[in-house]
């Protein structure tokens, strides 16, 4: 069983239990310690519990350095776009193109955000972000289904999405799918693709060619190595590595998104949560528009994790839409062994709250290969993301300045533990957003 299994197993079980039985323990306790130790106890015990929730109320500010800066991210309403079901609680993964004059979303469905063989996707379109109808859903009864990425290439619309095995304690990919459609009602039947383990994170089309960014590897183990992967396709069918080289890091790094600035060149991040030779947290590359296939990245990783991440440019700004953690990730210190560091970075990262935000990305000297002091920076955080969230996708719209933003998050209160999140049920938000520079 691998660190992340382990976690799982221990983990689990008891949040699990919290989470759909939260008042029938409080009050257990309560009767346990009344017939233990009597009625005094009873009013001491009430009175501590008062105590410590009036104490989680106070949230201290984190420690990301704030973005200043000319621009601004505004918000509209936000809408629910997932289905509400008594056997699909865990809606998450969500993927949102604008496609055929709508809005189209496709996402993760099952029990809990656990692997588990009954999990689906399902597509559905909308044209006022508030009234959602599903037109394709999918499930094999034998895999999990997640990682869910909808993108349009020369009036095709793409869906690449993985298969893992329905192991609830571990995180084992057996390799990417795609479908497509032109019409979004004649969707043709999934075909398997890639690497076995691969999972691609992002896609971009620039200047008539998709390029693609996946990762390979042995996530979560105690000797983890993955490998991140760039191709290019001018059909969108075929791949082959934009350089010499089909990889362009190798380390602890998954879940990498990019963008391409106004000058052509290349920057990127990607979560640096299994650690390697630059540390743990988050780390950044660029690469010249001359040379796209080599990634030069950071000698030091960010302390901090942005998970999830989706890159973008709006308003000529790089912006990073991400889990957000007031907390540094490098939570045990550098001199202790790296496998204690991995271990203790996990557990405290699961068991604190999360939340999810926007970020600007300060662009690098692409000439001297330098990034400014503190590259990324929070521009603004979601309201009501809490729990389990930070899964963010943004699309723009059509004969519009205005993007759509979607994500999904718990409804759980603010200070509720990450973990706690996993084993709670969270929705699919979306709502517009509109970038201005002031």
Same mark, same amino acid.
């Given at each position: 069983m691998d660190l992340h299994g382990i976690l799982f197993a221990v983990l689990s079980p008891i949040l699990e239990f919290l989470a759909l039985n939260p008042h029938l323990l409080l009050y257990g306790a309560l009767c346990l310690t009344g017939v233990l130790y009597g009625f005094k106890a009873i009013i001491v015990s009430? +009175?501590?519990? @008062?105590?410590?929730w009036a104490a989680s109320m106070p949230r201290k500010e984190g420690t990301l350095p704030r973005y200043k800066g000319p621009l601004d991210v505004f918000l509209g309403r936000?809408?629910?776009?997932?289905?509400?079901?008594?056997?699909?609680?865990?809606?998450?993964? #969500?993927?949102? %193109?604008?496609?055929?004059?709508?809005?189209? /979303?496709?996402?993760?469905?099952?029990e809990t955000h656990f692997a588990s063989s009954s999990a689906k996707i399902t597509v559905a379109t909308s044209t006022n972000l508030e009234d959602w109808d599903d037109v394709w859903c999918y499930s094999t009864g034998q895999d999990d289904l997640r990682e #869910?990425?909808? *993108?349009?290439?020369?009036?095709?619309?793409?869906?690449?999405?993985?298969c893992?095995?329905? =192991?609830?304690?571990?995180f084992a990919p057996r390799g990417m799918s795609w479908t497509s459609t032109e019409d979004l009602k004649s969707w043709a039947d999934p075909k398997a693709m890639g690497r076995d383990t691969e999972i691609t994170w992002d896609v971009k089309v620039h200047e008539a060619v998709a390029y693609k960014v996946g990762y390979i590897g042995n996530h979560y183990s105690d000797n983890c190595l993955l490998s991140v992967l760039f191709e290019c396709s001018k059909d969108g069918e075929k791949w082959e590595p934009v350089g010499k080289d089909l990889v362009v890091y190798i380390g602890g790094v998954s879940e990498v @998104?990019?963008?391409?600035?106004?000058?052509?060149?290349?920057?990127?991040?990607?979560?640096?949560?299994?650690?390697?030779?630059?540390?743990?947290?988050?780390?950044?590359f660029f690469a010249r528009k001359n040379d796209l296939g080599s990634w030069m990245p950071l000698t030091v990783s960010l302390p901090y994790r942005f998970d999830s991440p989706r890159m973008t440019v709006m308003s000529g700004? #790089? #912006?990073? +839409?991400?889990?957000?953690?007031?907390?540094l990730y490098t939570f045990i210190p550098? *001199?202790?062994?790296?496998?204690?560091?991995?271990?203790?970075? /996990?557990?405290?990262?699961?068991?604190?709250?999360? @939340?999810?935000?926007?970020? =600007?990305?300060?662009?690098?000297?692409?000439?001297?290969?330098? *990034?400014?002091?503190?590259? %990324?920076?929070?521009v603004r955080r979601f309201e009501d993301s809490f729990g389990d969230t930070g899964f963010f996708s943004i699309a723009k719209l059509a004969d519009s300045s205005d993007w759509v933003v979607a994500n999904y998050a718990s409804p759980v209160h603010s200070h509720a533990p990450w973990f706690f999140?996993?084993?709670?049920?969270?929705?699919?938000? %979306?709502?517009?957003?509109?970038?201005?520079?002031?």
């Open positions: 009430l +009175f501590t519990i @008062s105590v410590a936000t809408f629910r776009a997932s289905k509400l079901s008594a056997h699909h609680l865990a809606n998450n993964n #969500v993927s949102m %193109v604008s496609f055929g004059g709508k809005v189209v /979303i496709a996402y993760r469905s099952a #869910v990425l909808l *993108w349009e290439f020369n009036g095709k619309l793409f869906m690449y999405f993985c893992l095995a329905p =192991n609830k304690r571990g @998104s990019f963008a391409f600035t106004a000058k052509g060149d290349l920057v990127a991040i990607g979560r640096n949560e299994d650690g390697d030779h630059t540390g743990f947290g988050s780390q950044l700004e #790089v #912006v990073v +839409f991400a889990r957000y953690s007031k907390d550098e *001199w202790m062994p790296f496998i204690i560091q991995k271990i203790g970075n /996990i557990i405290a990262y699961s068991i604190r709250p999360k @939340s999810s935000a926007v970020y =600007n990305l300060m662009l690098p000297d692409f000439d001297a290969g330098t *990034w400014p002091t503190d590259p %990324v920076r929070l999140g996993q084993v709670y049920a969270t929705n699919i938000y %979306v709502c517009r957003c509109a970038p201005i520079l002031r």
